[in-house]
């Protein structure tokens, strides 16, 4: 007989249990707090399936079955996107690792947190060429914020761990664990990994900014008559939406976002300009053009928001805040570089601020602001009406007015920018492929953020040439019941190549037209058991939009607009911000275009500027 052990001498380390990898790896996913999956399986990942078969019979996990591995990893991305946690998507060896790329590289570009989990090949088959062997390690070391090939099963907790955290730290991104058939199988001594346990010393983000950087940020913007704050989508991530609206508020300045800082500053807020850049606001590529100092909060400079850079913000002084060190200076050297994190640094600089006690309404932009204004006035976005067809513009306005609360994704073209001018709601609601530009992107995206978020109402805004990238996501949407709304701007075109195209390219339409061959989405959403509706009459947009959002399920509005609509204004490329085509005419009154010429270059300028873009004269 045995005699028992007092429970105070007992070892205060976790006895190993004997697991497969595959159980250790269900185990520790569930840990980190894991509550969906996204994938399609396999042979070289049939093991973990095992294993999650028996995850969901617990109840522990469920899993999304997509019809193809690029709207795992998309429906991951919209998971991550909409909650801020971190997304999972599963896929087997070979092609459907490969199928998984594009998705990694769009979170990658948006530095979006993923745990991507890859079957591969039994360990001594790895590099003889076997049946579905690709080196899905190598091929998305570009793609990837880190990467795991997992050699033994009982290293299999402490790299699901390491995933999580560095995919959800510092500057977030998608990492990659690539686990062997025989891993899966293997039996080891597990002892589980919580999350707080992790310790990887030669990893440490910088959080904090360095006070003598804030004390020169505020000496910047203590001397700054036209300042502007320039938000990207590391606000987002950070969750800084409290700290970019009161600071913008201390210091009464205008606040202008990229694509992916939508949502991060209330945009029906006085102080909000809309997003910057190609298919920005004219007002706000006006402010960005003629600001003395620009707060670059979370964002990259990216090519699409500065136009001709050297006439980006040619007369400002730039503060740049960020997570990530190789982002800042990697495009524009800033005066005040802060590494940190966003949220941490904006809370310092309004710390400074609250102990000096700086006036909350401060008049020194009160000039500043009034120009802006009048630019708003002069140079509004304009919503077109037609007597015979549906201006695709009039269809967000509507989506806006009736569902102003609702997560919105989008795809890639036209109808994305008409979104990101028009729509207006709060963080991270706002769910659009940036960086790498994804067609195909938004229905699964969206499926993404119904599963994380079953009570709030998601909307795709699509078009015609988009939602054919990855149509077959209907049939994922149909078998959970995920209740999906999408709208299909249907132009019959590839909208943003067309417009390029006439724009830029002599009316060369060069394989761009999608007619004939478009199929009826009404019929294909039927096929699938989706519900469809079609609409062809503007008297019929406003009761299509309302039996959408009332039907219960997943439904396909295809909107049929007007083919040849561009959108308006646009940057064209290789000019600055302040040179816009499609504005509205701001005339005299011999109805001309009102224009000031340059003293010093001689360009011609709207009235409104008060410096030249071209070569920072004042006018």
């Known amino acids: 007989m045995v005699s028992s052990i007092p429970k105070t001498t007992l070892p205060l380390t976790i006895l190993p249990q004997r697991q497969t990898g595959a159980y250790a790896l269900m185990d520790s996913l569930k840990r980190h707090g894991v509550k969906h999956i996204f994938g399609y399986p396999g042979g070289a990942i049939l093991p973990i399936y095992d294993e999650l078969y028996r995850s969901e019979a617990r109840g522990d996990i469920q899993h999304i079955l997509v019809r193809h591995e690029q709207g795992a990893a998309h429906a991951a991305d919209g998971y991550a996107r909409a909650t801020g946690k971190v997304g999972v998507c599963f896929g087997t060896s070979g092609p459907g690792a490969t199928n998984l790329v594009t998705g990694i590289a769009t979170a990658h570009m948006d530095s979006i947190p993923l745990v991507i989990i890859t079957g591969q090949v039994s360990r001594p088959a790895i590099g003889s060429d076997a049946f579905q062997e690709t080196d899905i390690f190598g091929i998305t070391l570009p793609i990837v914020k880190h990467s795991y090939v997992v050699r033994n099963a009982s290293d299999m907790a402490q790299i699901v761990a390491e995933a999580f955290h560095i995919a959800s730290t510092g500057r977030p991104g998608p990492v990659l664990i690539d686990i062997p058939k025989d891993v899966g199988l293997e039996v080891c001594d597990y002892i589980p990994v919580e999350p707080g346990d992790v310790k990887l010393p030669g990893y440490r983000p910088t959080v904090k900014g360095n006070p003598r950087q804030i004390n020169a940020a505020l000496q910047l913007l203590d001397a700054a008559e036209r300042p502007l704050l320039y938000v990207g989508g590391g606000a987002i991530a950070a969750n800084a939406h409290a700290q970019v609206h009161e600071l913008a508020e201390r210091f009464q300045m205008p606040v202008t976002t990229t694509l992916m800082g939508l949502g991060a500053f209330d945009e029906h807020h006085p102080l909000s300009l809309g997003m910057l850049g190609m298919h920005g606001t004219a007002y706000a590529n006006f402010a960005v053009t003629e600001c003395d100092l620009l707060i670059a909060v979370g964002a990259r400079f990216d090519d699409r928001v500065t136009g001709k850079l050297e006439e980006f913000a040619r007369n400002a002084k730039v503060i740049h805040i960020d997570i990530d060190p190789a982002e800042v200076g990697k495009v524009r050297g800033p005066d005040v570089p802060i590494v940190g994190d966003v949220r941490q640094v904006l809370e310092q600089i309004l710390q400074r601020v609250r102990e000096i006690d700086y006036p909350t309404n401060s008049t020194r932009t009160k000039a500043w602001l009034d120009r802006i204004n009048r630019w708003r006035e002069d140079y509004p976005l304009m919503v077109p009406s037609y007597p015979d067809s549906i201006a695709p513009q009039q269809v967000i306005v509507e989506l806006d007015r009736q569902a102003p609360k609702a997560y919105y994704t989008t795809d890639v073209g036209q109808h994305q920018m008409w979104a990101a001018q028009f729509l207006k709601n709060g963080p991270r609601r706002w769910i659009s492929s940036a960086g790498l530009g994804t067609m195909g992107f938004g229905m699964p995206a969206a499926m993404g953020a119904k599963v ?36 299909i701007i249907n132009n019959g075109w590839q909208g943003m190549v067309r417009q390029w195209q006439q724009t830029f390219y002599g009316e060369r339409y060069s394989s761009s037209n999608m007619q004939p061959g478009m199929p009826n989405f009404e019929l294909l959403a039927q096929a699938y058991g989706v519900k469809g509706i079609t609409v062809t009459d503007p008297a019929q947009l406003s009761d ?40 509205p005419e701001r005339q005299t009154g011999n109805g001309e275009i009102a224009q000031v010429q340059c003293s010093n270059c001689g360009a011609d300028n709207p009235q409104t500027n008060t410096f030249c873009p071209h070569c920072g004269t004042k006018l």
């Open 544 to 583: 299509a939009i309302a039996q959408m959002l009332a039907h219960d399920g997943p439904v396909l509005v295809d909107v049929h607009v007007r083919r040849e609509e561009n959108c308006y204004p646009m940057v064209a490329p290789g000019k600055s911000n302040a040179q816009m085509i499609g504005l």
């Open 452 to 487: 994380a978020l079953p009570e709030e109402q998601v909307i795709c805004v699509s078009g015609d040439a988009s939602f054919q990238m990855n149509s077959q996501e209907l049939a994922t949407l149909a078998q959970y019941n995920i209740q999906v709304k999408t709208v």
